[in-house]
Nanobody, 126 residues
Framework: QVQLVESGGGLVQAGGSLRLSCAAS????????VGWFRQVPGKEREFLAG????????QYADSVKGRFTISRDNAKNEVYLQMDSLKPEETAIYFC???????????????????WGQGTQVTISS
């Protein structure tokens, strides 16, 4: 059973950058699709980006396209989310999630993902 651990959150000024990491333990990401989400208290979890481990298929939400970059490191069994030009309204808890990939589509609904990390807080000051 894959377990996910996020890291890299913190406090940054508006316009700044952060890189989040999602490490898998207990197994590898091989055969999985991995997604990044964020959640503000009282709101639904929002899909940001996803990557299919095999084939490298990538998808972004329109709200982050051009500013966020998802990538993977096969050797380290990690997935990253590089976030640039951050905005104060993007302050949230950021989560990575994984699901066994059964087709080439990147799942965007939180309910489609079966494994979740504990989340990492990202705060953007104005």
């Amino acid at each position: 059973q894959v377990q996910l651990v996020e890291s890299g959150g913190g406090l940054v000024q508006a316009g700044g950058s952060l890189r989040l990491s999602c490490a898998a333990s207990g197994s590898t990401f091989s055969g999985y699709a991995v997604g990044w989400f964020r959640q503000v208290p009282g709101k639904e979890r929002e899909f940001l980006a996803g990557i299919r481990w095999g084939g490298g298929i990538i998808q972004y939400a329109d709200s982050v396209k051009g500013r966020f970059t998802i990538s993977r490191d096969n050797a380290k069994n990690e997935v990253y989310l590089q976030m640039d030009s951050l905005k104060p309204e993007e302050t949230a808890i950021y989560f990575c999630a994984a699901v066994v990939a059964t087709d080439w589509r990147i799942a965007t609904a939180p309910s489609e993902y079966k494994l979740w990390g504990q989340g990492t807080q990202v705060t953007i000051s104005s």
